[in-house]
């Protein structure tokens, strides 16, 4: 009633303006009813009626500084109204540039601040699924709770279109910011954009730089407020960002920051780079801090800058955008008390947070279904979860997890849906609706940390009782009661963590998921003794994503199998019979919408494996896995796995009551003995008396490394730089591949992971490690691979290359054995070593091995001892007290202890001794193959590994 009383009175102010041409009439107008573009006419001031009845038909009210909410009525329901501006086009048509993007989604930020005024389709930069803005404008307007009117497009001044369409009066942009925009080529100097996106959301300007002023007319008629490049401390990095510490910062939200994440060497070709720039609308409308730092690996205190940044943040901050190392993002931004949500390739979230949840209003989210159909527990069945990846982030959501939530096949089978609760606070209306559309089979997970992305492990002790208190208010309000830790938490945390999720009326996890993340991020991994564990104490249970074989982001994890499902039912058949019962795999959505080959398409993949799974197998959703672990594990002490074997039953024995068995189709062979993959041909070529492991490194390029015998995983330490698989001329050994290392690279297998090779040890012990290799280049000393690590003193064994150890050839084989852990009888370095008699810096493959058996080191070069009469220390005696090396064998760390198997680099003490370590000893060349025996191989079995 109150909005058509409002036409009314405007409409006889326009007329009576409009007839009697009078100036002062229109400004009554104005006044009243300022929300329509107005022309100054020769005889006086004078109402536009086209742009006026098109706005009034279209029920359009423009002005986002009104606090009055826009509405269309159906059958008394109110619907937000907004314009619709299809980016995609403008894109096509004018190719904006990066500036003019920043621009148009700081104007969708402003404009959107009161209510949600403009959505955009800007498929071009959300990269998960292009489709995603035309399907949410179909949903909102079928649903009531959006009407949209297009945006015009078809001119060539598209953004002054925009401009001035959606806020024609200017009554929501108060002038212009300008900045220099840098130099394309110098990744450092473009620091002007960030910090005048930061004063564009503060004083509610539209940042651009000269070049656009000259480009877009419009631009010429709006004033200049701030002029960033007049300001003397804007001509370097580190005065601009103090100034604007200084200066800015203190004006800006203290619960929101972003980083633009556009500051790196790839910022003009990573699309992850570009894409974080979507977020630019939520970050103005909220008027954060926006940042462009360049993150690297951790640093003791944190980055500087970060820090900085984090003093003004008040606990339990949100950190958007992203950054160049996601490990040292995260490490930083908990050290600062906030958590993390990475959002590139997410647009429209300014207009999310305000959305209403449906057409009757409601401004708060429907908490998340705990399904469970309420199976009763079969011990003799193996019970397997598919949890989705990316949960911590809203551009899942705004993806509609990849599409793959919108697929006809969704609700045929349990998935376990990884999301973010924090999400329902901030965009409710979106969180709502996988909350109302969920299906019994639809079941949720809350993603990694539970309140955000962080490390609970390197969080401090205030820091984590807040925000684990955070987390129960979540779970009690929104759900899930499921978290997955992301491997950043010990079972002690974990126990912390619940206590304080029950505080204060909140509500405590049933069950934690720990994720294999290993590698890369060691200062916080958790590596799980068993799979299946029980934390009694506090009424939970944990599951562990298993490392080797691999179901940790499938189906990049599976290589290039020709049956991915096969080789994914087969990997999960191993877990289960090595006595694991619940059993999660994580991934399978596509980090873009549909998949090259249709047999990776999710609910293609995920049907295809359950079916080759067989009878013994139940796929179940979250809180069924949570329930039913419970049940599985009572009475079980904490941290353990329960030891009972499961009876064995036939195919198609009744189960008792159960869900019906899914469809199945012929089951994939599986070992019923042996926690072994199948078995290699390629084993029968090559010698197996007590062979430990055997990797060929045919995988694709960051993918797991897994040998051939056990499945025992490598994974690379740098993950933004793996080592590559090439297959250069003449190839690689056992394949048509390599794998080619360079400085600060290494793959490395942890050491709970790869027992059969780091627990070589005793003094009696002996081991062979054999490995083709083809060095490039020499920067003094490379590890080939072993159990090696310097710097805490756990040495066993290890093949290096122009490692001197005291020995006279440059360039030649140092096979290393270490009965001590460190430098025996006060030596700087270990020189209990064999040395090699040859050159081997030919770029040539060349078959090198270390034999250790238990009273001589050897090393041995294409299959022959590489002895010289020049130098007689191959082989070398060890033990051999008399010239002080009292100890031999293979040195057993203490109980918890020890190095992981790495190739391609080691952990070194720069001084020699033990202390505070660093990756070196790096390898620079192809390796081809590496074997590991616990034994003393003969001459004929190394001429029969070197005869290729």
């Known amino acids: ?41 020769t005889t006086g001031m004078m109402c536009s009626p086209r742009v006026f ?110 401009v001035a369409t959606v806020d024609p009066h200017r009554a929501s942009i108060k002038g212009l910011v300008v900045y220099d925009k840098g130099i394309s080529t110098d990744t450092t100097s473009g620091y002007q954009l960030p910090i005048a996106l930061s004063v564009a959301g503060v004083e509610s300007l539209l940042p ?280 950043q938490a010990n079972l002690s945390t974990m126990q912390t963590f619940s206590t304080h999720c029950a505080e204060n009326g909140g509500e405590a996890p049933l069950m934690y998921i720990n994720e294999p993340t290993g590698g890369p991020i060691p200062f916080a991994y958790y590596e799980c003794p068993n799979l299946n564990m029980a934390l009694p104490d506090v009424n939970a249970t944990v599951v562990c994503t298993s490392h080797a074989p691999g179901l940790f982001y499938i189906p990049g994890a599976l290589g290039k199998a020709p049956c991915k499902s096969c080789e994914l039912a087969r990997r999960i058949q191993q877990v289960a019979h090595g006595g694991t019962h619940f059993i999660n795999v994580y991934g399978g959505l596509h980090w873009t919408a549909g998949a090259e080959d249709p047999s990776e398409e ?101 993918a797991p490394k897994l040998d051939l015998v056990h499945g025992y995983a490598l994974h690379d330490l740098n993950g933004s730089h793996p080592v590559q698989r090439v297959s250069s001329s003449p190839g690689g050994v056992f394949g048509p591949y390599s794998a080619s290392f360079e400085t600060g690279q290494q793959l490395s297998g942890v050491r709970e992971r790869v027992p059969g090779v780091a627990n070589i040890s005793g003094a009696d012990q002996q081991v062979t490690l054999v490995a083709w290799m083809r060095p490039r280049k020499v920067t003094g000393g490379a590890l080939i691979g072993g159990v090696w690590e310097e710097a805490d003193g756990w040495r066993q064994y290890g093949l290096f290359f122009d490692h001197t150890a005291s020995c006279p050839t440059p360039f030649g084989l140092v096979a290393h054995i270490s009965g001590a852990g460190i430098p025996e009888n006060g030596r700087k370095y270990c020189e209990s070593a064999a040395c090699g008699a040859t050159t081997l810096h030919d770029d040539a493959w060349h078959c090198v091995a270390n034999v250790y058996n238990g009273t001589h080191i050897q090393a041995f070069v294409n299959g022959t001892l590489d002895a010289s009469a020049a130098d007689t220390r191959n082989p070398f005696k060890y033990p051999d007290p008399a010239h002080g090396f009292p100890t031999g064998g293979i040195f057993t760390p203490p109980e918890g202890k020890g190095a992981n198997f790495t190739v391609g680099a080691n952990t070194i003490h720069p001084n020699g001794g033990i202390g505070p370590g660093a990756l070196g000893n790096t390898f620079q060349g192809e390796i081809g193959m590496i ?10 079995e190394l001429k029969q590994l070197c005869t290729v």
């Open 208 to 487: 651009v730089t000269r070049e656009m002023i000259q480009k877009h007319s419009c631009l010429k008629e709006i004033p200049v407020a701030v002029d960033l490049s007049t300001i003397a401390a804007m001509e370097n990095f580190t005065s601009a960002w103090k100034w604007a510490i200084d200066t800015v910062l203190p004006n800006t939200s203290k619960t929101l920051l972003m980083n633009l994440y556009h500051s790196g060497p790839n910022q003009l070709s990573d699309p992850q780079s570009n894409a974080t720039l979507a977020n630019i609308d939520y970050a103005v409308q909220n008027k954060a801090f926006i940042m462009d730092f360049q993150v690297h690996m951790p640093q003791a205190d944190g980055d500087a800058l970060i820090m900085a940044v984090s003093e003004h943040m008040e606990p339990l901050f949100s950190a958007y955008g992203w950054a160049s190392s996601e490990f040292a993002w995260v490490l930083d931004i908990g050290r600062g008390k906030g958590a993390v949500f990475c959002s590139f390739a997410t647009p429209n979230l300014s207009f999310w947070a305000l959305l209403q949840c449906d057409k009757g209003g409601r401004t708060h989210a429907t908490a998340l279904p705990r399904h469970d159909r309420g199976m009763a527990l079969n011990r003799s069945k193996y019970y397997v979860t598919f949890e989705t990846n990316e949960g911590d982030t809203p551009r899942i959501l705004v993806s509609a997890f990849g599409s793959s939530w919108t697929s006809p096949r969704r609700g045929s089978m349990p998935v376990a849906w990884s999301i973010n609760p924090v999400l329902a606070e901030q965009f409710p209306a979106l969180f709502d609706f996988f909350a109302r559309t969920a299906t019994a089979n639809d079941s949720f997970v809350s993603g990694p940390g539970g309140a955000g992305y962080v490390y609970w492990g390197t969080l401090s002790t205030d820091y984590l009782h807040a925000f684990a208190t955070r987390a129960g208010q979540l779970i009690r309000q929104y759900g899930p009661n499921v978290i997955d830790t992301y491997g």
């Open 931 to 940: 074997a590991v025996y616990a034994t003393a191989l003969t001459a004929s």
């Open 602 to 702: 999710f609910w293609t993949l995920l049907h295809d494996t359950a079916a080759a799974l067989g009878e013994d197998f139940v796929v179940v959703g979250a809180q069924e896995a949570a329930r039913l672990s419970q049940e599985y594990h009572a009475g079980t002490p904490t941290g353990q796995h329960r030891t009972q074997t499961p009876p064995r039953h036939a195919h198609g024995t009744a189960p008792g009551k159960d869900v019906p068995p899914l469809a199945h189709g012929p089951t994939v062979p599986r070992p019923r003995d042996s926690t072994a993959p199948a078995r290699s041909p390629l084993l029968g070529a090559v010698p197996t008396r007590d062979l430990r492991a055997l990797w060929t490194f045919q995988e694709v390029t960051a």
């Open 53 to 162: 009845f098109m706005a009034l038909f279209a029920g359009q009210l423009v002005d986002e500084g009104s606090s009055m909410r826009s509405a269309s009525r159906e059958n008394g329901i109110e619907a937000t109204t907004a314009w619709y501006w299809d980016m995609d086009a403008c894109m096509d048509q004018h190719n904006l540039t990066y500036e003019e993007q920043a621009l148009a989604f700081a104007f969708q930020g402003i404009v959107n601040r009161r209510r949600p005024a403009l959505f955009f389709k800007a498929g071009f930069i959300d990269f998960d699924w292009k489709n995603a803005e035309s399907f949410w404008r179909d949903e909102l307007q079928r649903n009531g709770q959006a009407t949209f009117t297009d945006v015009a497009t078809d001119d060539e001044h598209s953004l002054c279109t925009l």
């Open 1 to 41: 009633f109150f909005s058509q009383c409002c036409v009314v009175t405007c409409s006889i102010f326009f007329l009576l303006s409009a007839t009697f041409s009078s100036p002062l009439l229109c400004e009554v107008f104005f006044a009243i009813c300022g929300r329509w573009k107005w022309t100054r006419k």
